[in-house]
């Protein structure tokens, strides 16, 4: 939720009051009798929630339009109901001006002069993702809709000459009464849900903006390499020391939901979400200057993170920053602070890959140590491990994980589709990537596809291994994506001014999300 003026919202409450203005004068001429039987109740729901409705449409700039986004269906359809609502208006005034003229239906919709309204301002609401219009909205569609439905019975009740159109309808029969119902029902729960997800937003929006006052908290995009590319900042104090967290993948950043484990550090650190070259809202920004993706390659990503990392240090007056590392973001981490440690004070690295070769090969004999106690049927998985080891090939890879991972689940899983829906930072560009993300074999592979061919035959061992930084190692201990064993070893073989390896028990490879909280006591620890 962001506070500003809303041009859409006056647009919308001009639609609004003219009409009523105008009927004021011309009410049907029985009018006053129907509205003395007003219920009390229902009329301060009606007050209560036209305030409401009046003063959040105009204070908070959510509503205005932006960038076209699927999202912007949701202002599409709102306009479009308040059209028909003036439609309604426009047949109201050219008729005789009776109850029953009023309460005609439009295209089928019920009491359409009280219930279109209600409707445009709620699907207001949804664009927006402002928990506070809907409710309000609720409000008023409570005591709003509910006086016209008890006028429009009164006037079905008195028989009116020429109310034909607001008659009692035929009985349905009875299956489509029970599909009507079924459809209620449904579209309840559908904007129940995406209402429940917009509430838990917000309040963690209100959260972070009553905390970080005296901090930072800001979404942009900066120049990195010649691309305008999205940075998350943020902190409680600008002061405090500055984290920069690499997304791994490559191609799969979840800066939207970041907040899940810096929440649990903003106390002690500023954190730097980034969206890498290629991918998330980076590659919808720039999709039309690189639609081939011919910029994203390992080098250039080192030299964005470069500049990133000065913009860092400049902005927040700081000689270095940390720099946090996950999965492929630990092989950027791990190349950058040895290329660069006059300008990296420690470097932190979760699940970090060594080598996928020798990582897939543990997992393989873990998985058939496992399969074979249980009397499983290996056959598969071996079928799938002698096609990975005769062509060591992406798709190969995920063949072979996909019979492995059936034995190696976490006790601790992760939830990303809540943590990304549930985060006061997810917006539409995060939608549309992971859905580009789920079209793995598809879209995601002709983004990425110079980067997991970079890391394909990756060794950390073959690169350099004497760190001028303290290094810590940050893993789950159920993590067979990039293997313990792997990562003691890799410890053990190069050297660093102070060097650890933390285990977050029961986590698979993204302890991170998976338990936050001892996430942040393992880094506060190190760190000190």
Known sequence: MHFGFSYIGLIYLVLLIVPNIIWAKNKPKDYEKYAVNESKKLLAFERIGEVLVSTFAVIFADFNCRAWTAWCLWLVASFVLMVLYEV???????????????????????????????????????????????????????????????????????????CASIAKPRKKHVVLRILKWMGIVLLILIFGAISFVIGVRNVRFIKHYANYINGVEEQTYI????????????????????????????GSPYTMAMNTFADELMDDYTFIGWDQRGCGRTFYKNVAADPQYKTVSFEQALADLDELVDYACKRFDKRGVILMGHSYGTILGS?????????????????????????????????????????????????????????KGILNLLALRNQTSKYHTAKKGTNYVWQG??????????????????NYIGDFMGVTYQLINSIMNYNAFEEKLEYQVPVYFISGSDDWTCPV???????????????????????????HFGAPKEFADAVRKVLK
């Open 88 to 162: 309604y208006w426009v047949r109201y005034f050219k008729s005789e001006k009776r109850m029953c003229d009023q309460y005609r239906s439009l295209l089928g919709i019920p009491v359409a002069g009280a219930s279109l309204p209600v409707a445009a301002f709620f699907l207001l609401g949804i664009y927006g993702c402002n928990i506070l219009m809907i409710v309000a909205v609720i409000v008023l569609g409570i005591g709003h809709i509910g006086i016209h439905v008890a006028h429009e019975k009164e006037a079905r009740a008195a028989d009116l000459v020429g």
């Open 223 to 250: 120049p990195l390499g010649g691309q305008e590319q999205y940075v998350l900042i943020t902190g409680r104090d600008v002061a405090n020391p500055v984290i920069i967290y690499l997304h791994g993948g490559p």
């Open 335 to 391: 190349q950058y602070a040895l290329s660069h440690p006059e300008k990296v004070s420690a470097y932190i690295a979760v699940a970090q890959l060594v080598s996928l070769s020798d990582g897939e090969i543990l997992s393989y004999n873990d998985a058939m140590e496992k399969a074979l106690a249980q009397g499983d049927d290996t056959s598969a998985m071996e079928k799938a491990y002698e096609t990975y080891i005769s062509k």
């Open 421 to 438: 829906l549930s985060s006061p930072y997810f917006g539409v560009d995060d939608a549309m990537w992971f859905a580009v993300q789920m």
């Open 485 to 511: 064993d792997l990562v003691k070893n890799y410890m053990d073989e190069i050297t660093a001014p102070e060097k650890s390896l933390t285990l977050i028990d029961g986590c698979g490879h993204s302890p």
